[in-house]
């Protein structure tokens, strides 16, 4: 743009100002080419189906013939000291770099941006311990435990605007949803006995551990997994809390 810029005023100005915005506006279009290659090399690199839909896009191809011309125009234009077909030159390469643009289809990209049953299922299977410890320290009853799962699993199904590499991080954000659901004093299973991990005669230390945390009162239990275990902020706390009844888990932190 400054070179675009300096070619203006070498057209608009006249002595030692024209002189020097045609000097600079060489060097710095001198500049742009090579710098307009390495971000269409880098571009490619990053994004390496950009040529194949560049092939199928004919914007792309009027744009390229519009960019190679213009480039011939402004070439001619500064180095026989026209400035006005500099100046058109350089207002059509702007033009066509806005035309080379490889339309991707929207909708079937996007979609398969997506998380599908499969990359969903896939997160269940890997980390379905992990997810129903959660599930359990936050219900501290492995009925409600079962069911806070189950009801993520059903929604994580149903669901169809999450992008694959969320997908993980909304089960969880969904199961600790849930499980304040379920857990809430507007609940009819708030009356749930506490469970113990492991009913066994012997208690690991980890099931001791588990234990101590699902004897904490529930808002002082959520508050302690999710900013502690999970390392929740205090505003995703917030956030999450405030679609339902734990309004108060915020001050909660306090306790913590």
């Not at 770099?97 to 941006?113: C, H, W």
Request: aromatic letters at 12%; glycine letters at 4%.
């Amino acid at each position: 743009m400054a070179a675009h810029g300096l070619t203006y005023l070498a057209l608009k100005t006249e002595g030692p100002v024209h002189d020097r915005s045609a000097t600079w506006a060489k060097y710095l279009w001198a500049f742009a080419d090579p710098l307009f290659l390495a971000v269409s090399v880098e571009s490619w690199v990053v994004r390496p189906d950009l040529p194949g839909h560049a092939i199928y896009n004919p914007f792309c191809w009027l744009g390229l013939v519009v960019i190679i011309a213009s480039i011939v125009t402004l070439i001619s234009g500064l180095s026989t000291r026209r400035e006005m077909r500099a100046f058109v030159g350089s207002n059509f390469l702007l033009v066509g770099l806005l035309m080379f643009r490889p339309e991707e289809s929207k909708t079937a990209n996007s979609r398969a941006d997506y998380a599908k049953h499969a990359d969903f299922g896939e997160v269940f299977q890997r980390d379905m311990k992990p997810l129903y410890l959660l599930a359990f320290l936050l219900t501290a009853n492995h009925k409600q435990a079962e069911r806070c799962f189950a009801s993520t699993l059903e929604e994580a199904f149903k669901e169809q605007a999450v992008f694959k590499e969320w997908a993980r991080s909304w089960v969880k954000r969904s199961l600790i949803e849930n499980a304040i659901e379920i857990v809430s004093p507007a609940s009819a299973r708030t009356g749930e006995k506490r469970d113990l991990w492991n009913a066994g005669p012997h208690e690991t230390h980890r099931e001791r551990d588990i234990d101590a945390v699902t004897k904490l009162a529930p808002l002082q239990r959520f508050v302690f997994v999710m900013s502690i275990l999970e390392r929740h902020s205090n505003w995703d706390d917030s956030q999450i809390s405030s679609q339902h009844y734990f309004r108060d888990l915020r001050r909660g932190h306090c306790i913590v």
